[in-house]
């Protein structure tokens, strides 16, 4: 069966620093892809970044780049130069070639000091 | 942009009552989802759906069911609420299926408390 694990419930990172939020994924499934959102207090979804599975270099979209390490199924999300605005909740999710659905792990949430 | 809407931001329902929680999108997606959201196991799947009229069981389907008439539009329902269905409900669309880069689309959430 598929899973994400995100091992972390909370982090702190000072600002300006940079922070990586960890990802570990099960799946038997050779093609699929990574995705990783931000929820604010708001509660609104966000999407960050995508990998997919066969893709050669690691995403990068602006401060957000993804550590994407195949043989060891983790995709750990690196924010660079922290920022106030970034402090909220982060999940990762995958989906698979065969289907719809995409599944989450429990959520990392990121607390930016002054 | 695309916009996913919830009809209702916050609900209180009684125990045994028939809710309903819908959910709009305005860019043509095929396929809409339901989630729903509780601290420390993230976001788990209740129901799918690909088409109009076309739905599909998630990971935790017991006690709800879908309908979607529409292709704009895709209804949650709790047939007999209880207390163990207090949790937030996320709404979602996407364009396609597969390992695509196209991500989900979410509504802003309907916090339900059932008393």
């Known amino acids: 069966a598929q899973k994400i694990t995100q091992t972390q419930p909370g982090m702190f990172v000072q600002e300006k620093e940079a922070v990586t939020l960890d990802c570990t994924y099960d799946?038997?499934?050779?093609?699929?892809?990574l995705f990783w959102y931000k929820q604010p207090s708001s509660g609104e979804m966000i999407f960050l970044i995508y990998q997919g599975s066969y893709d050669q270099q690691n995403a990068t979209e602006g401060r957000y780049s993804l550590n994407f390490q195949k043989a060891r199924k983790s995709a750990n999300l690196v924010i660079s130069a922290s920022q106030l605005g970034d402090s909220a909740m982060y999940f990762c999710a995958m989906r698979d070639s065969g289907g719809f659905k995409t599944i989450f792990g429990a959520g990392t949430r990121l607390f930016v000091k002054a | 942009d695309v916009k996913v809407t919830q009809s209702s931001r916050y609900l209180v329902k009684r125990t045994g009552e028939k809710v309903f929680l819908e959910c709009v999108q305005d860019?043509?997606?095929?396929?809409m989802f339901w989630y729903r959201q509780d601290p420390g196991l993230g976001l788990r799947l209740i129901y799918f759906?690909?088409?109009?009229?076309?739905?599909e069981k998630g990971d935790i389907p017991e006690g709800y069911s879908v309908s979607r008439e529409k292709k704009e539009r895709f209804s949650l329902i709790l047939e007999s609420a209880s207390t163990n269905q207090t949790s937030m409900y996320l709404c979602?669309?996407?364009?396609?299926?597969?390992?695509?880069?196209?991500?989900?689309?979410f509504g802003n959430g309907t916090r339900l408390t059932v008393t």
């Open positions: 759906s690909y088409d109009v009229k076309m739905k």
């Open positions: 860019m043509d997606h095929e396929n």
């Open positions: 979602a669309s996407s364009f396609t299926q597969g390992i695509d880069n196209s991500p989900l689309h």
């Open positions: 799946t038997s499934d050779p093609s699929y892809g």
